[in-house]
């Protein structure tokens, strides 16, 4: 009886570290992603999960169209691709958006 409660003991803790370690950090993620996605605006600047930087302006249930680079260049995307969000008026060093992107395009 001994070498059985060892063995599902073992087991509980085998489960129970999967858990902390795999489970539970990919829900939390996954949940952050989730609220990112809700809080963005026609105006933001979000970077894809394929790197490009653009500016969202227009959304809908599932889709948002970023303009890249001058306005002329407009993609449809799935929400899904978006991999982050930078809040339009955000300034970081002084720059603002905007300034941002002129940089980077003039870079």
């Known amino acids: 009886m001994?070498?059985?409660s060892v063995m599902i003991i073992y087991l509980v803790v085998i489960v129970a570290m999967f858990y902390f370690m795999a489970i539970r950090p990919?829900?939390?993620e996954a949940k952050q992603k989730?609220?990112?996605?809700a809080s963005m605006a026609i105006g933001d600047y979000c970077v894809t999960s394929s790197g490009f930087y653009g500016?969202?302006?227009?959304i809908t249930?599932?889709?948002v169209i970023l303009e890249f680079?001058?306005?002329n260049c407009r993609i449809?995307?799935?929400?899904s691709a978006i991999a982050s969000i930078e809040k339009a008026g955000a300034t970081v060093n002084g720059l603002s958006d905007a300034d941002k992107v002129s940089e980077k395009?003039?870079?």
């Open 2 to 4: 001994g070498n059985y």
């Open 26 to 28: 990919q829900r939390k």
């Open 34 to 37: 989730e609220e990112m996605l």
């Open 55 to 58: 500016q969202i302006i227009d």
């Open 61 to 63: 249930s599932d889709m």
């Open 69 to 71: 680079g001058n306005k």
């Open 76 to 79: 449809p995307m799935v929400k």
């Open 105 to 107: 395009i003039n870079k």
